[in-house]
């Protein structure tokens, strides 16, 4: 099997760096990176801007017919559009990770987004990460790999992350954070955050993202030549 066709499933908790090593593999292999991540928290979004609250299921539900989606990939990077607007960093703050948490729990969300994930993993070469690309989204997947990595080291990554941005958030709110999501995304009835029977797992703590994403194209050679 040609590399290039491989369908890799790249799941794990909040803060693992999945979607950070996923775009890396992604630029390394030369195929299409997905940040299913990047879906939940545009809904999400949504939601945020137009007065729903988090804790609010049937408006969220009923706030999704006037949700128009799309994914596109521009100059190598993939880009959500929300309703014909690029939503950019605006889903990437400590408030989205809360709203993507909640809305992720919800069948009809969830239901919402499968067919677009469904249809882009269709055609192979492609990288998806998230939290049921193995169990859920692509369970054929060639490859499926469960990252994850302590609270802590996950905190720290997410401040950088942050600080980077332009957008600082204190540690010990971002750990909070963290915890909180690894509880609800563990717990949740649809789709919880657990590995797939067949995915590898991979604690990642004392890697780098070059690192990382070595390790994981490893894995795809190994797993296209088996």
Same mark, same amino acid.
């Given at each position: 099997?040609?590399?290039?066709?491989? @369908?890799?499933? %790249?799941?794990?908790?909040?803060? *693992?760096?999945? !979607?950070? $090593?996923?775009?890396?593999? #992604?630029?390394? /292999?030369?195929i299409?990176?997905?940040?299913?991540?990047?879906?939940?928290?545009?809904?999400?979004?949504?939601?945020?801007?137009?007065?729903?609250?988090?804790?609010?299921?049937?408006?969220?539900?009923?706030?999704?017919?006037?949700?128009?989606?799309?994914?596109?990939?521009?100059?190598?990077?993939?880009?959500?559009?929300?309703?014909?607007?690029?939503?950019?960093?605006?889903i @990437?703050t400590? %408030?989205?990770?809360?709203?993507? *948490?909640?809305? !992720?729990? $919800?069948?009809?969300?969830? #239901?919402?987004? /499968?067919?677009?994930?469904?249809?882009?993993?269709?055609g192979?070469?492609?990288?998806?990460?998230?939290?049921?690309?193995?169990?859920?989204?692509?369970?054929?997947?060639?490859?499926?790999?469960?990252?994850?990595?302590?609270?802590?080291?996950?905190?720290?990554?997410?401040?950088?992350?942050?600080?980077?941005?332009?957008?600082?958030?204190?540690?010990?709110?971002?750990?909070?954070?963290?915890i909180?999501?690894?509880?609800?995304?563990?717990?949740?009835?649809?789709?919880?955050?657990?590995? #797939?029977?067949?995915?590898?797992?991979f604690?990642?703590?004392e890697?780098?993202?070059?690192?990382?994403?070595?390790?994981?194209?490893?894995?795809?050679?190994?797993?296209?030549?088996?």
């Amino acid at each position: 099997m040609d590399i290039k066709k491989i @369908r890799i499933a %790249l799941d794990g908790p909040s803060g *693992a760096g999945k !979607s950070t $090593i996923a775009k890396k593999i #992604a630029e390394k /292999l030369g195929i299409v990176y997905v940040d299913t991540g990047a879906l939940y928290r545009t809904v999400g979004l949504y939601s945020i801007e137009n007065g729903i609250s988090d804790t609010d299921t049937e408006g969220i539900i009923a706030s999704l017919q006037k949700i128009d989606l799309r994914l596109a990939y521009e100059d190598g990077t993939q880009k959500v559009y929300l309703n014909g607007v690029d939503v950019g960093d605006r889903i @990437r703050t400590p %408030l989205g990770s809360k709203y993507a *948490a909640a809305v !992720s729990k $919800i069948p009809e969300v969830r #239901a919402f987004l /499968l067919d677009v994930q469904r249809n882009i993993a269709a055609g192979g070469g492609v990288i998806m990460d998230g939290r049921d690309i193995g169990t859920v989204i692509m369970p054929d997947a060639e490859l499926k790999v469960f990252m994850t990595a302590t609270a802590e080291a996950r905190a720290k990554r997410r401040c950088l992350e942050l600080e980077e941005k332009g957008m600082p958030q204190p540690y010990d709110e971002v750990l909070a954070d963290i915890i909180a999501r690894d509880k609800s995304d563990s717990e949740r009835e649809a789709s919880p955050c657990v590995p #797939a029977e067949d995915a590898i797992l991979f604690v990642n703590d004392e890697y780098g993202i070059e690192e990382s994403a070595d390790f994981i194209i490893d894995l795809a050679a190994k797993a296209v030549s088996a």
